[in-house]
Nanobody
Framework: QVQLVESGGGLVQAGGSLRLSCAAS????????MGWFRQAPGKEREFVAA????????IYTSSVKGRFTISRDNAKNTGYLQMSRLAPEDTAVYYC?????????????????WGQGTQVTVSS
C-alpha cells in the first residue's frame, strides 16, 4: 500500500515562500514521476509541476514558471515543491501524486497515487 503524505503548507504573506514536501511510504520509487496539483475553492484541480523521478526532467504550468521549483530526493523517497514570490492566486489545497510510468504528465488521471493535500494560503 503506497501512501503519500504532504507537509509544509501554511499561511504566508504575498511575496513570501514555502516549501512543500511529499513523502512516500510503502514502496521505494526508483522510477516513475511525481506531480503537484492544486485546487482553489470553487475551481477545478489544476496541474502545477511534475518531475520525472529517474531523469529529473521537469515541466511547469506557465503561471508558476520562474517562481516554483520541483525537485526530488531519491534517497529519502521524497519530492518537494519550492514556492517563491507567492501571490494570493496561489491559494489552494496542494496535492502531490505519483505515477509508475516514467514521463512527467500534466494530466491528473495519469497518476496512480495521491496524497491527502496540504493547504496553502497567501494573504495580500
Amino acid at each position: 500500500q503506497v501512501q503519500l503524505v504532504e507537509s509544509g503548507g501554511g499561511l504566508v504573506q504575498a511575496g513570501g515562500s514555502l516549501r512543500l514536501s511529499c513523502a512516500a511510504s510503502g514502496r521505494t520509487f526508483s522510477s516513475g514521476a511525481m506531480g503537484w496539483f492544486r485546487q482553489a475553492p470553487g475551481k477545478e484541480r489544476e496541474f502545477v509541476a511534475a518531475i520525472s523521478w529517474s531523469v529529473g526532467s521537469t515541466i511547469y504550468t506557465s503561471s508558476v514558471k520562474g517562481r516554483f521549483t520541483i525537485s526530488r530526493d531519491n534517497a529519502k523517497n521524497t519530492g518537494y515543491l519550492q514556492m517563491s514570490r507567492l501571490a494570493p492566486e496561489d491559494t489552494a489545497v496542494y496535492y502531490c501524486a505519483r505515477r509508475q510510468r516514467n514521463y512527467a504528465s500534466t494530466r491528473d488521471y495519469e497518476y496512480d497515487y495521491w496524497g491527502q493535500g496540504t493547504q496553502v494560503t497567501v494573504s495580500s
